[in-house]
T-cell receptor
Framework: DQQVKQNSPSLSVQEGRISILNCDYT??????FLWYKKYPAEGPTFLIS?????DKNEDGRFTVFLNKSAKHLSLHIVPSQPGDSAVYFC????????????FGQGTRLTINP | KAGVTQTPRYLIKTRGQQVTLSCSPI?????VSWYQQTPGQGLQFLFE???????NKGNFPGRFSGRQFSNSRSEMNVSTLELGDSALYLC????????????FGEGSWLTVV
């Protein structure tokens, strides 16, 4: 039972355009969501998070949107840069089990020059 | 401020052996959690320790165990290694309470032959 799903294994975007990565979850108890970027053989790097009391959070080029009724979140990167090429994971947790993250399977983002 | 430090980075073990991996959290972080990443199963939560006590546990067999010391450093142990235990083992640390960002180390690559 996969509680967090990233249905697109890969995404290719032109440099300078917007990258949109999507994530769906099934567990309505999740109330804290995070996005991580990962290169092979390295640990995930934290990008941005959002709690369920908000529907949007911005940090520089990264914006996360949360639609609680649809149990859907998305990460927008604008403008996309070649250094953004990596695997992106969304993760979810509950405030009670805050450190127990449930991860999606990841989306490989490729930014083309 | 130093990040999460994991040792060793790479190791090779033989089936049936046991292995111990070490993690030093970010200074001031009292929660340490462990994750396993494999190509087939993705990133999966192993367990979390807080104040030397296991606070959360994932769905892994009893061969996987851990502990935390009074200085918040943590170790995880896998006994009677199987080929399927070959994976990237990631340690993460965070502050207390829900909504805290969880930071990951670079990981320990374990190969079981």
């Amino acid at each position: 039972d996969q509680q967090v799903k990233q249905n697109s294994p890969s995404l290719s975007v032109q440099e300078g355009r917007i990258s949109i990565l999507n994530c769906d979850y099934t567990n309505s108890m999740f109330d804290y969501f995070l996005w991580y970027k990962k290169y092979p053989a390295e640990g995930p790097t934290f990008l941005i998070s959002i709690s369920s009391i908000k529907d949007k959070n911005e940090d520089g080029r990264f914006t996360v949107f949360l639609n609680k009724s649809a149990k859907h979140l998305s990460l927008h990167i604008v403008p996309s840069q070649p250094g953004d090429s990596a695997v992106y994971f969304c993760a979810a947790s509950t405030m009670q089990g805050a450190q127990k993250l449930v991860f999606g399977q990841g989306t490989r983002l490729t930014i083309n020059p | 401020k130093a990040g999460v430090t994991q040792t060793p980075r790479y190791l090779i073990k033989t089936r049936g052996q046991q292995v111990t991996l070490s993690c030093s959290p970010i200074s001031g972080h009292r929660s340490v959690s462990w994750y396993q990443q494999t190509p087939g199963q993705g990133l999966q939560f192993l367990f979390e320790y807080f104040s030397e006590t296991q606070r959360n546990k994932g769905n892994f067999p009893g061969r996987f165990s851990g502990r935390q010391f009074s200085n918040s450093r943590s170790e995880m142990n896998v006994s009677t290694l199987e080929l399927g235990d070959s994976a990237l083992y990631l340690c993460a640390s965070s502050g207390t309470g829900g909504g805290n960002t969880i930071y990951f180390g670079e990981g320990s690559w374990l190969t079981v032959v």
